[in-house]
């Protein structure tokens, strides 16, 4: 046998990446406390490099190494290029967070980087054990982050519940990813693929497909695995549910295109149908639920539900067009669900959390550019034109329509979101027509500000301009 | 250099809309001084490139320009875009704007001194600016659609802009609510459009024309409706609405609640206009419907007419101006039931000038007056306030139609052009703009001698503090003063009798009235010489005359004639009684069927069943799955193990 030295260019940005953030954190060791910004500005830094290298290098053929088991093709790029972005975001919006809060330390940035790390090899993986190995880099950041706030109980139950169920969601795919392996005697991917077809009796491939989807569902967090996400969005600080909430959703997306529509394509009507049941209860209880919330992080966090089933629909319908539209839908609802908790950000303050819905009464008067951002943000999830948001769900139903004998399936999605519609017109409601029950000024810092304007902007004119990002992701999955 | 042209349209547009939200959204940090001139910079960047593009159009001869600048969507074929169409009508209608708006905003900075909303008020007026252009250089129906709703948006704002005044919010509601009437309508006709053409675009559906002329619809079984006129129809009365024509002119009157700036900004010179040029623009449609026309020519005439002579028994010196806004608007109407499309545009045009003049001339007085508007309580000003007294006059003189006034040439024009009028009801069309002629005359001089002349009416204190206001407030008026004047001695020979616009305005050879009366025009002052010899100059002598003879020579007999003739002067001073009657009749009729309906249907059937039906069955389950959310890791753990097993078992098992 003999060694062949692997082509390391397809994964020069992950290498990198390893690279800075193991720099970072020898770096941080050595810098004190109050040039802490030091570390802030070399992860961003880092993070602005490997866009930099993955834009310069966008590929648009599919390129394989590590014998076979990491892939680079145009979604990962593409989905890659939006991870350093919502990355890049979140640090940006969590640093006044953390001063304010003694939590601006070096672990945050690197176990962030870390994390990033692990969405990367997610999102590139040609192979279940990379899949595995990405998966568990990432949540293992992300158990630590949540748990960040070491004195506070809240932070650290959650963090012990994600840990738990994320360890029973990992147990699951591992095993069922054993069972794939079973039937086909392969890990890699496309071999898995062509097995599978080849298969007579599905029924081992499809117990062992059913255990994969627990797994996918866990970490995109659809009902009914999804019993973490509210706890752990409102549990952990904000700048981590920033977190959360932004990216790795990015990268739990490429892990279903990895396992089901890389990986199972021949058994697209099997799981067809389980996603169906998955995207009906998610838009259903997320929807449902989030009606009952006071609490604006868990409300987001059911919102954050209900997109997934949103996402699913795209997915599901098994065409190249539906892996498109849910693409543009996590893109777009990664830049929302980044905006609504930056503006927690915004308002937030030492000893004020500002995650009460009550704690936006009349934010018009306070500030009306704040509830104008605000305005934007709810009304693009809710999916109302001309904003992001309508243009996301647009492109899923269209595609859920065109799909054979699934018209039922769009009607049952519009009913959700209009029942949906309900919590976030009612945060509008709250600011324009209540009187402010909180008078304290709003401060925050410039570059904060900026973003957040932009972001909120970007919200508008991308969807006033949707062609642009459609486009990218039609190319992207074709390629 | 048409890329160059395509960025100075959008700027256009832009302008006023940064500004406005500047003003709006940062109003509190840039303060009341910013907020003022970051919207007069953006309205008068608009303005100069407005008269750029005027320029362009009209001196230079460029080609009209047609195209889309944003696509947002298409859908089943139908596009929805954002597109300009920039010919000598829209050019002109986008001057006419955007100065006036900028007479407007200058002014304002001394009328809304000191008032809290101060910020706001520039952040609407830049709006309504940036909304009309749209809707002026829109090139297709869904575009003029949006800026006739966001127009009457900011009307319904503005009319209700000092919200703790009951009088105004009862006065926005009036207007929002009539509005909705018109716009029902206008809705109807630019979904008959669709459905007919197919299109949204004008210039299709104009080029398509042919394809849709007797065609009929059946809308009450057995009655064979022709499409075109049912379209027209429509859409006219969307512009009945917008252009408070009977009987859904209710609400402008009621508008004056507003601050002034905006009644001679919103409510004189261009909103109420847009209903005009609407149904200018269309011209190529309604020229086919005879019936359509009929039905234009004579709600313009009875809207001149009748309108008019409401203003003789007004006291309020804005609710004056504001019926005679009203008849104008008939004239403008009639001319556009005659055909007579360059008439009616032409006369729009003169009449933004001298009614925004009027009306921020009556503004100067209220101010100066300290926010009374009575006029009983005032005259003599003339010496007080000789710029607001001079340019009232030139803007009383230019409205009657005084020769060589901007007034005269763009109001004979429309009289001559309904006189030769052959389409049905042009008979009596011309009755009414002869007699409203000498209406105008009336209650223009009677609302002049009140206010600047005869006897001082006002208490000792208002006549010590009364001057001049300052110069923001008189170099709007003197700039308004200056197009009263000269405005129809400039374009007469091209508006009226010309081919000023071209083919944006599309009239049949035998509906050509202008043509007809061109033959025999010899430019400006042989028309002044001749109308020395026609009825409406003498009419509108005899109506000054009769002003000063009634109310400087003999102050006594109005008294009189109010006594003798009590019962015309009861249905006057009720308005026709049209009021009562909306009152009453739909408005009282609505809510009681509203609230038949709201408690038969709506609290028992929809809100019981359906809406709180539904709100309580999410609201319970919402109840019930959230406690779902117990907290405890097990139970989070079995939900996902029940998960899988129910997976199993479906997909599996079965």
Redesign the interface.
Known sequence: MNFETPNIIPAIPEITLLSLACLILVVDLFVKQENRIITYLLSQASLLIVFLLTLFTFTTETQFTFSNTFVRDSMSDVLKLGVYISVFIVFLYAKDYLRQRDMFKGEFYVLGLFGVLGMMILISAHNLLTIYLGLELLSLSMYAMVAMQRNSKAGSEAA??YF??GA??SG?LLYGMSMIYGVTGSLDLAEISQKVAEVSDQ?LT??GM??L??GI??KLGA???H??V??VYHGAPTSVTLYIASAPKIAAFAMLMRLLVDGLSSLQP?WQ??LI?LAIASMG?GN??A???GNLKRMLAYSAISHVGFLLLGVLTGQQAGYAASMFYVLSYVLMSLGSFGMIVLLSRKGFEADNLADYKGLNERS??AA?MMLIFMLSMAGVP?FLGFWAKFAVLKEVVAADSLLWLAVVAVIFSI?GAFYYLRMIKLMYFDKPEDTQAITADLDLKVALSTNSLMVLGLG??PGGLMALCIAAIAH | MPDNMQTIYIWIVLAPLIGSIIAGLFGKKVGRAGAHWVTIIGVGVSCVLSIIVFKHMVFDGADPFNGSVYTWLVSDGVKFEIGFLIDKLSAMMMVVVTFVSLMVHIYTIGYMHGDPGYQRFFSYISLFTFSMLMLVMSNNFMQLFFGWEAVGLISYLLIGFWFKKETAIYANMKAFLVNRVGDFGFLLGIAGVLMYFGTLDYATVFANTDSVVGKTIQIIPGSDWSVLTLICICLFIGAMGKSAQVPLHVWLPDSMEGPTPISALIHAATMVTAGIYMVARMSPLFELSETALSFVIVIGAITALFMGLLGLVQNDIKRVVAYSTLSQLGYMTVALGASAYAAGIFHLMTHAFFKALLFLAAGSVIIAMHHEQDMRKMGGLRKYMPITWITSLIGSLALIGAPGFAGFFSKDSIIEAVGLSTIPGSGFAYFAVLGGVFVTALYSFRMYFLVFHGKERMDEHTRSHLHEPSWVVTVPLILLAIPSVIIGFIFVSDMSFGNFFGDAIKVLPQHDVLGQLAENYHGPFGMILHSLVTWPFWLALAGVATAWFLYMKRPDIPGMIQDKLKFVHKVLDNKYYVDRFNEIVFAGGSRFLGKLLWQNGDVRVIDGVIINGSAKTVGWIAGIVRRLQTGYLYNYAFAMIFGLLFLLGVFVLA
Do not use: R
């Open positions: 012990m519940k738990v169920l029973i969601a699951m029924k499809i117990f059913v255990f989807i627990v569902a866990f009902v009914p695995f019993m973490w509210p706890d099997h149908d389980i049941i209880i449902i639920v009606i009952a919330q009306p550019w104008f001309p029942i006033l301009l």
